[in-house]
């Protein structure tokens, strides 16, 4: 019933720019954390960036300084602005929130289904 859906992704040069939006969907009582992973293939799910309900946010070091994490609380919606790109910074770029449903007692982590970036060189 909650899903997250994802849009933005795609394919830039180095030293361009991309925006990343994921949007909470459902019977969705309250949404807490919210924020950006992104995997390689072999590789762990790392943290790009995550923003709390207050506002409060949370960098990867490699991305620092480059990329800014935002949310909409009214339309449940997360955001990443990323400029600057690297091709290092090429992978699946997954949404993360952690949100009470309407359907369940305590709240849950929900995934987006991953949206491709690639940074050309």
């Known amino acids: 019933q909650v899903q997250l859906v994802e849009s933005g992704g795609g394919l830039v040069q180095a030293g361009g720019s991309l925006r990343l939006s994921c949007a909470a969907s459902?019977?969705?009582?309250?949404?807490?954390?919210m924020g950006w992973y992104r995997q390689a293939p072999g590789k762990q799910r790392e943290l790009v960036a995550v923003?709390?309900?207050?506002?409060?946010?949370n960098y990867a070091d490699s991305v620092q300084g480059r990329f800014t994490i935002s949310r909409d609380n009214a339309k449940n919606t997360v955001y990443l602005e990323m400029n600057l790109l690297k091709p290092e910074d090429t992978d699946v770029y997954y949404c993360?929130?952690?949100?009470?449903?309407?359907?369940?007692?305590?709240?849950?982590?929900?995934w987006g289904q991953g949206t491709q970036v690639t940074v050309s060189s």
């Open positions: 459902g019977s969705i009582f309250r949404v807490n954390v």
């Open positions: 923003i709390g309900s207050g506002g409060s946010t």
């Open positions: 993360y929130a952690n949100l009470q449903s309407s359907a369940t007692p305590r709240p849950m982590d929900y």
